[in-house]
Every structure is written in structure tokens, then in C-alpha cells.
């Protein structure tokens, strides 16, 4: 399965912006996904999955309350609200594709490139 973000950018804290994840290839509703972010100088970390289906989802301490997982499989899309941005959300953001809604880069299969979120305060 191919993916491909989009929806990032420049914003101001307290924005909320969606990125979006367009998934191509094999079936999308047949894997878990998840969104990541790296900032310069840091690790890949996690920040929500969802289950196959979408009837589950599970989020970092970090972003809980403020950003929401969700998919649409009729359109092969992955979606990340993200609400009250702060500045330290500022990375690249991925999604990622996987047999199961892990929480670790490791346990995901397919990547798509990126995008960039910056958050000014």
C-alpha cells in the first residue's frame, strides 16, 4: 500500500488543522494505522492508531484530548484532527500502515513521506 500525507504547513498555537493520509494499492481497511512525528533531533514518536474498521482508536499522553484518529475506508483515507496546537507539536508528521495498531514504528509495514507542521507561538 502506497500513502501519501497532506495537510501540514505553517499554523499559529491554538490552530486546528487535519492532515490526511490518502491510501493506494492493496485494500486500506485491511490494516491498523497509526500516526507518528519527528522533530529535529528527536526520535519517531507515536501519537494515535486506529483498528481496521476504525471502532477503536488509542492516543498518546501527549496529544490525548486535543487530536482525534479517524478513517474513512470508502475513501481510502486516514485523518488526524489536531486541536490547540502547541509548539511542541511542531515535526514531520507520518502515517503509517500495519497488521496491527501498535504503538511502535517497528510494528508498522508501510510509510508514507511525511509532512511538515510547524507551530508558531
Known amino acids: 500500500v502506497q500513502l501519501e500525507e497532506s495537510g501540514g504547513g505553517l499554523v499559529q498555537a491554538g490552530a486546528s488543522p487535519r492532515l490526511s493520509c490518502a491510501a493506494s494499492?492493496?485494500?486500506?481497511?485491511?490494516?491498523?494505522m497509526g500516526w507518528f512525528r519527528q522533530a529535529p533531533g528527536k526520535e519517531r514518536e507515536f501519537v494515535a492508531t486506529i483498528t481496521r474498521s476504525g471502532d477503536s482508536t488509542y492516543y498518546a499522553d501527549s496529544v490525548k484530548g486535543r487530536f482525534t484518529i479517524f478513517r474513512d475506508n470508502a475513501k481510502n483515507t486516514l485523518y488526524l484532527q489536531m486541536n490547540s496546537l502547541k509548539p511542541e507539536d511542531t515535526a514531520v508528521y507520518y502515517c503509517a500502515a500495519g497488521r496491527l495498531p501498535g504503538t511502535w514504528p517497528y510494528e508498522y509495514d508501510y510509510w508514507g513521506q511525511g509532512t511538515q507542521v510547524t507551530v508558531s507561538s
Open positions: 494499492g492493496r485494500s486500506f481497511s485491511l490494516y491498523a
